[in-house]
């Protein structure tokens, strides 16, 4: 018998919810008998919406959150004041091992706080990046940091590169993942101070195989599994990454849809458009897990469909299944906290 991943699901957090959520919690049981979704939300909301559908749901539970926290809410008083909140609710539950993972499309930086305060860091883990999936040529690519810690040191950086190797060889099952750094050039001798001395650190790091630096030009072609870099400009490429996709996709379907000509070429081609467009489509990725700590946090996009968020909730399966954490413990050394650290 397989054993049952508990997922604790933000059903206030995002644009869509609790709609979307709910929908993904419904579709994401039905079509697997090894998930188990807490439901944490406004009780009777999440009850309205999850009456709508007559499938079995005796593998969802509500759990009444009645506080919900606001996207422009400063993070940290959020996170201390509304105890009774979806995401704090939610992250209490992982904390108290009651689930497996938490996932939200909520608050960015109330899931980067209350993932560090409330679920809490390995023992060894500096800072906990945040790791989105990105499409490329040849399959995926982790970009390790894209939004967590703006102002990373190289020791972080380190750690990043060796938890998104980790990530990659165990639930891609990627052999030996190629790591890079970010960098404006190939040369070692290029880069601003942190990638500087970060370069020599990932040279010598006999955990991961590190393959030099990356431009941003090479990172859709594939070129580096992990994609190492502060969250600065994780984000950046990110968000460009994603208004460049959706872009795109809009100015060819506009090209294919111009004449009579073209739209027959394109219905004889929609096949293959449609296999690859879905390719690069962001949302067949689930969201961006908060590696390194005691329990799973996985943070969606704020705009999050019911398709991401099943995507997400079965990413979740497979980070239990393979025991990330269990594999990060063993690879990441305890640091000597700094004045930083302790802050």
């Not at 039905?30 to 079995?56: C, H, M, P, S, W």
């Not at 499409?135 to 040191?153: F, H, K, M, Q």
């Not at 955990?207 to 072609?221: L, M, Q």
């Amino acid at each position: 018998m397989q054993e049952i991943t508990k997922i604790a699901l933000d059903a206030m957090g995002g644009d869509n919810a609790p709609c979307e959520v709910v929908k993904a919690a419904v579709k994401a049981t039905q079509n697997r008998d090894d998930i188990f979704i807490y439901l944490v939300g406004q009780e009777d909301v999440v009850n309205e919406e999850l009456a709508k559908y007559t499938e079995d749901k005796s593998r969802i539970q509500v759990v009444d959150a009645p506080e919900v926290i606001e996207m422009a809410e400063p993070p940290v008083m959020a996170i201390r004041k509304k105890k009774n909140s979806s995401i704090v609710v939610g992250m209490n539950l992982v904390k108290k091992k009651e689930a497996d993972a938490f996932v939200s499309a909520g608050s960015s930086g109330a899931i980067l706080v209350g993932g560090q305060l409330i679920v809490g860091r390995i023992k060894g883990v500096e800072r906990p990046p945040l790791a989105p999936l990105l499409p490329t040529e040849r399959g995926v690519s982790l970009l390790i940091d894209c939004g967590a810690n703006v102002d990373a040191r190289a020791s972080h950086l380190v750690q990043f590169a060796k938890m998104g190797s980790i990530y990659m060889e165990n639930v891609l099952g990627v052999e030996k993942p190629k790591v890079a750094i970010v960098n404006i050039g190939a040369e070692e001798e290029k880069g601003n101070a942190l990638v500087k001395e970060t370069y020599p650190l990932l040279k010598a790091c006999k955990d991961i195989n590190f393959v030099g630096s990356i431009e941003a030009r090479d990172i859709p072609k594939g070129e580096a599994d992990v994609i190492v870099c502060e969250a600065f400009t994780g984000n950046v490429i990110l968000k460009l990454y994603e208004g460049l996709a959706s872009t795109l996709i809009g100015v060819i379907k506009k090209g294919l849809m111009s004449t009579l000509i073209s739209k027959i070429g394109a219905a004889m081609a929609l096949p293959a458009l449609k296999g690859t467009l879905k390719a690069f489509d962001a949302s067949e990725y689930g969201g961006a897990p908060l590696l390194g700590l005691n329990g799973l946090v996985v943070k969606a996009h704020g705009n999050s469909t019911a398709k991401e968020l099943t995507n997400a909730i079965y990413q979740c399966v497979s980070f239990k299944n393979k025991d990330i954490n269990g594999k990060i413990k063993e690879h990441i050394t305890e640091v000597t906290p700094s004045s930083e650290d302790e802050a």
